[in-house]
């Protein structure tokens, strides 16, 4: 009897992570190949399909494909396109060429964040939730808003991009090319120049005065904190008060019954989550106060980005 799953793909600027989902979330043949961003997308696509091939001969287990469901940088989930992602030098990419090369079952794509929401939904904290935001905070800020148990992707496939909202109108250059976007705040990156900030601002004594920006990351400043750096503490309230803020514009539009946080800096645990809450509230219109839980995300990190893009499309076909 044949063991019915779909392929997970989530396509990131150094590795693509792949495996085989089943409609409980187990996982099969979890495995990575390097993106290689510097090549057409062709060469990616054709390397990913014969590697999976080799490992399902090899496994000797009968699976039945069911769907392919895709996350990745700056995917459109209408387009069923990746449009100018960055770390990739793909510019405009139709998928439906790629992947019918090798398959005819049903795809879908969407970018990591939204994925990650839907992996939240069907198999981690999200569970039985129907209006809930994922943040995802890594080297940025993605964001995945469900209402009604569906993602928003707007009327060009693109909504929900709140690490985009601008927090300081003069404030922090972005990647994206604007200045003060919340992810250039509240993210591994943006808390590291929170660090560099503070030192200029304050005499305290702290490690981060010996290192250089390129010398530390997110997991020093966490641990700082928890031997009571005050240089790393300062920098965990501020990036929670703006997260906070953000935050609580955010459930002012869709009224979520939890916000999960997920990613690098979530790991922070209490030192973000304590701090975010409590300024949340201070900000929240009043209707809204003591309703909205914040919540980090229980999904092991390791698959966690495998099992959104299996979500993705087990999510499509469990509600045709």
């Given at each position: 009897m044949s063991i019915k799953v779909v392929l997970g793909i989530d396509i990131g600027g150094t590795n693509t992570v792949f495996g085989l989902i089943d409609k409980e979330g187990k996982d099969y043949l979890v495995d990575s190949i390097p993106t290689n961003g510097n090549l057409p997308p062709d060469d990616l696509f054709k390397r990913l399909f014969i590697r999976i091939d080799e490992l399902i001969r090899q496994a000797e287990i009968d699976f039945e494909i069911m769907g392919i469901g895709i996350g990745a940088p700056n995917a459109n989930y209408f387009k069923k396109t990746i449009e100018y992602p960055p770390n990739l030098s793909w510019g405009?990419?139709?998928?439906?060429?790629?992947?019918?090369?090798?398959?005819?079952?049903?795809?879908?794509?969407?970018?990591?964040?939204?994925?990650?929401?839907?992996?939240?939904?069907?198999?981690?904290?999200?569970?039985?939730?129907?209006?809930?935001?994922?943040?995802?905070?890594?080297?940025?800020?993605?964001?995945?808003?469900?209402?009604?148990?569906?993602?928003?992707?707007?009327?060009?496939?693109?909504?929900?991009?709140?690490?985009?909202t601008v927090v300081f109108p003069d404030g922090r250059e972005c990647g994206c090319g604007k200045k003060g976007c919340l992810e250039t705040y509240v993210s591994a990156s943006g808390i590291k120049r929170t660090v560099f900030e503070l030192l200029s601002r304050y005499n305290y004594d702290s490690r981060f005065r010996r290192l250089s920006f390129e010398e530390f990351d997110a997991k020093m400043i966490t641990q700082a904190a928890l031997e009571g750096d005050k240089i790393a503490l300062k920098a965990f309230d501020f990036t929670a008060k703006v997260l906070g803020m953000k935050l609580a514009d955010a459930v002012a539009h869709t009224s979520p019954e939890a916000i999960i946080l997920f990613g690098g800096l979530a790991n922070a645990g209490e030192l973000i989550t304590t701090p975010t809450k409590k300024y949340m509230e201070e900000y929240l219109f009043h209707v809204f106060k003591n309703?909205?839980?914040?919540?980090?995300?229980?999904?092991?990190?390791?698959?966690?980005?495998v099992l959104g893009a299996a979500a993705l499309i087990w999510h499509e076909l469990l509600n045709k």
């Open positions: 405009y990419v139709e998928l439906e060429e790629f992947i019918r090369k090798f398959y005819t079952q049903p795809f879908a794509v969407t970018n990591d964040a939204n994925a990650a929401a839907l992996g939240e939904m069907h198999y981690g904290v999200a569970k039985g939730l129907k209006d809930f935001i994922v943040i995802t905070l890594g080297t940025g800020l993605g964001s995945g808003i469900v209402v009604n148990g569906n993602l928003v992707y707007g009327h060009d496939g693109f909504a929900g991009e709140i690490g985009h309703k909205v839980k914040i919540l980090k995300s229980e999904l092991n990190e390791g698959k966690s980005a």
